[in-house]
């Protein structure tokens, strides 16, 4: 059974910086993407970031130059680094993995971001 497991949200000053992880079980063959998207309240979810099998990486604008997306293999997590965050980032986070092409999600982790 596929299980996405998130931590590292909180709660942070504008500026601050946090890491979030997404932990996976099972093997990461076969993974065709991961990333990471977030919803903000009365807001749909949307991407922030992605990482391909490949290793291409994918951001949205409004986080580029401040997120980073990358992944451990060997520990079969992927890491989102949020620097210089701001209120607008404040949502619950998401991890999202296209294994063999089938969607699986993390149950979503709090970022909030105060001014």
């Known amino acids: 059974q596929v299980q996405l497991v998130e931590s590292g949200g909180g709660l942070v000053q504008a500026g601050g910086s946090l890491r979030l992880s997404c932990a996976t079980s099972g093997s990461m063959f076969g993974i065709n993407s991961m990333g990471w998207y977030r919803q903000a309240p009365g807001k749909q979810r949307e991407l922030v970031a992605l990482?391909?099998?490949?290793?291409?990486?994918n951001y949205a604008d409004s986080v580029k130059g401040r997120f980073t997306i990358s992944r451990d293999n060997g520990k079969n997590t992927v890491y989102l680094q949020m620097n210089n965050l701001k209120p607008e980032d404040t949502a619950v986070y998401y991890c999202k993995m296209v294994l063999r092409w089938i969607d699986y999600w993390g149950q979503g982790t709090q970022v909030t971001v105060s001014s």
């Open positions: 990482i391909t099998s490949g290793g291409s990486t």
